[in-house]
């Protein structure tokens, strides 16, 4: 006779007890990455200081050029007060110019974006005046608009629009193929369209344009201070490099790579909080 056995109960494995691992795997990795991205610029910073550091103290740089990081430092110390109403000064300008080149950047980019022919014949145009070495604009700006704010404004309009253009216009042209055949498939029209799809889709690209040109309008203010300034950091710059305090004009320099990495940061902060699904949808390093 053959024997017959029970068939022992198969017993399936539970993930209940690698759940909490996992998410606590997660959360550690969250922490360290979250370290990571405070700790690795200081350590960026602390390397350059020491370069700079090294370079002053060798005299590889004549030090009326490159003064040690210690005397910037104190020059900022001595005249606290004023540097940072210069900063605010420069801070304004760039922000106020930004926000002008961002809104007409945008525009622009739209209208090369929704006709072929308005494309083709502005575009060189707009190349040619993103060609022009802006700093040889400076003298005849004075001229036309006169001292103060107008022509600051202007030249930080004139370096930081055409990234923002040409962002735009290219993010609005690039729709993914699987949403525009998704737009035909609903039968939308135009403004349909390009409210819920292109214009979305084109976000990540004019963030792009933003980050891009936000380093610009810096430059752009520093130029227009130089030429028509009476104040900002440019106008410092210029000031006390040309009676030698070469600390003084350094401090200044810092102050605005400061501000510069600061109103970055704070588009990349904006873009991160508008555009979330951006890092759920595409691969990360």
Same mark, same amino acid.
């Given at each position: ?37 405070? =700790? ?8 350059? @200081? ?9 005299? =590889?740089?004549? /030090?009326?050029?490159?003064?040690? /990081?210690?005397?910037?430092? !104190? ?11 210069? !900063? ?9 110019? *930004? ?30 005046? &993103? ?22 404004? !202007?030249?930080? *309009?004139?370096?930081?629009?055409? /990234?923002?253009? @040409? ?19 609903? &039968? ?10 292109? *214009? ?14 936000? /380093? ?9 201070? *130089? ?59």
């Amino acid at each position: 006779m053959t024997e017959v056995r029970s068939a022992e109960p198969v017993t399936e494995p539970t993930t209940a007890g690698t759940e909490p691992v996992a998410r606590a795997g997660g959360a550690a990795r969250a922490r360290v990455a979250g370290a990571g991205a405070a =700790l690795l610029p200081a350590v960026g910073l602390l390397i350059a @200081l020491a370069v700079w550091w090294l370079t002053a103290r060798l005299e =590889l740089v004549h /030090p009326a050029a490159l003064p040690p /990081p210690a005397d910037v430092l !104190t020059a900022f110390v001595d005249k606290p007060a004023r540097m940072l109403e210069h !900063t605010w000064d420069s801070t304004l300008e760039i922000l106020i110019g *930004f926000a002008l080149s961002a809104v007409a950047g945008v525009l622009i980019g739209l209208a090369l974006a929704s006709s072929r022919t308005v494309e083709r014949m502005f575009t060189p145009f707009l190349v040619a005046v &993103n060609a022009v070495p802006k700093i040889t604009l400076g003298p005849l700006l004075v001229v036309a608009l006169g001292w103060g704010q107008k022509p600051i404004l !202007t030249m930080v *309009f004139l370096l930081s629009f055409f /990234p923002i253009v @040409l962002a735009t216009a290219t993010g609005l042209t690039t729709t993914p193929a699987d949403l525009a055949e998704l737009v035909r498939s609903w &039968n939308a029209s135009r403004w349909q369209a390009f409210r819920k799809v292109r *214009f979305p889709a084109a976000l990540p690209q004019i963030f792009v344009g933003l980050k891009v040109a936000m /380093p610009l309008a810096a430059i752009g203010a520093v130029i227009g201070e *130089f030429q028509a300034g009476e104040g900002g950091l440019g106008y410092v710059i210029q000031q006390y490099a040309g009676i030698g305090d070469t600390a003084t004009a350094w401090a200044a320099i810092m102050l605005v790579a400061l501000v510069s990495i600061l109103l970055y940061s704070a588009v990349v902060l904006v873009e991160r909080l508008a555009l979330p699904w951006v890092r759920e949808t595409t691969s990360s390093r």
